[in-house]
């Protein structure tokens, strides 16, 4: 089955960049998720790609994938303390269904 | 914006109890999940809804677990006898046109706690 690995913690300055990262295992075709967990709300879709992409840009977020290595980043410029939140990489089924596989999420915070 | 709305959103209850999570999704959203996240752990899917009828369910998603629709807007998550390993926070999720590419809106979440 897939999985979905992260790291658990991420501490920035404001104004830097922020590289989150994320493995998975399942080498199949499929769409790939950010999602930001802010304290005391739900999960809120961020971006995704499908994985014969290398890149996608969306304002302040790039996120990469390494198909080879399956590996993704999600790259945050110029972050910003409403930024800190929770960071969740999710995987959709390849084999059809509709659930989504997640990671543990990692915790990014942005000091000062 | 339209949100996904979650009641309650704590529950303290007693191991053996019935409870029931309720959610009140998108109104023209066809499609419906629950996942759940325990304390330190990942988010892992439980259940798909769509059509009045499940379309894909885990491993968790046991026969002390159910859903419905009853009345055609709240969707419901029953946990017939709880035990301690319930102890989690519950997302409902609801897309209108199915994932992959449509999103999917999570509601804040139930945390539920089983003593």
Redesign the interface.
């Known amino acids: 089955g897939e999985d979905?690995e992260q790291s658990l913690f991420l501490s920035v300055r404001e104004g830097d960049s922020s590289v989150i990262n994320c493995t998975y295992t399942d080498s199949s075709s499929?769409?790939l998720y950010w999602?930001k967990q802010e304290p005391?709300?739900?999960?809120?879709?961020l971006t995704?790609i499908?994985s014969n992409m290398d890149m996608k840009q969306d304002q302040r977020l790039t996120v990469l994938l390494n198909k080879k290595d399956k590996h993704l980043s999600l790259r945050i410029a110029d972050t910003q303390t409403g930024d800190s939140a929770i960071y969740?990489c999710?995987e959709?089924d390849p084999g059809g269904?509709?659930?989504?596989?997640?990671?543990?999420?990692t915790q990014l915070k942005v000091e000062l | 914006e339209p949100e996904v709305t979650q009641t309650p959103s704590h529950q303290v209850t007693q191991m053996g109890q019935e409870v029931i999570l309720r959610c009140v999704p998108i109104s023209n959203h066809l499609y419906f999940y629950w996942y759940r996240q325990i304390l330190g752990q990942k988010v892992e899917f439980l259940v798909s809804f769509y059509n009045n009828e499940i379309s894909e369910k885990s491993e968790i998603f046991d026969d002390q677990f159910s859903v419905e629709r009853p009345d055609g807007s709240n969707f419901t998550l029953k946990i017939r006898s709880t035990k301690l390993e319930d102890s989690a926070m519950y997302f409902c999720a609801t897309t209108r046109d199915g994932v992959p590419t449509g999103e999917l809106f999570f509601g804040e979440g139930s945390r539920l706690t089983v003593l």
Do not use: E, M, R
Not at chain 1, 40 to 45: K, N, R, S, Y
């Open positions: 979905v499929t769409y999602y005391g709300a739900g999960l809120q879709l995704y499908f969740f999710a959709k269904g509709n659930k989504l596989t997640f990671g543990t999420g």
